[in-house]
């Protein structure tokens, strides 16, 4: 999981965060919230790579942090309001990581 706080009050902020998230969905990632992304690894080796792709593009402001979990973890999340996106509906597979 990827979860950021960007900047967004400059036209160059703006840029900057829109880049960020392109480049998110386009390494795979999909929204699971607003500033909020997941991507399935097969492997903790997988999730590191991802994380030094993550690493090279990342914008010069504003917090990002990472959190690995495994899909039997993120299977255990209980969502409180709303409903599953159908992205999360479609992962059913065994011993993948979610980074």
Do not use: W
Request: hydrophobic share 35%.
């Amino acid at each position: 999981m990827v979860l950021f706080d960007l900047p967004v009050t400059t036209k160059a902020e703006r840029k900057a965060a829109t880049q960020f998230r392109q480049f998110l969905l386009n390494d795979g990632y999909y929204m699971m919230q607003y500033s909020c992304y997941c991507r399935i690894c097969g492997s903790y080796e997988m999730a590191e790579k991802h994380e030094r792709r993550l690493q090279a593009n990342l914008p010069d402001k504003g917090s990002i942090r990472t959190l690995l979990v495994t899909e039997k973890q993120f299977m255990r999340m209980k969502i409180l309001v709303g409903n599953y996106a159908p992205n999360e509906r479609r992962m059913q597979s065994e011993q993948l990581v979610l980074f």
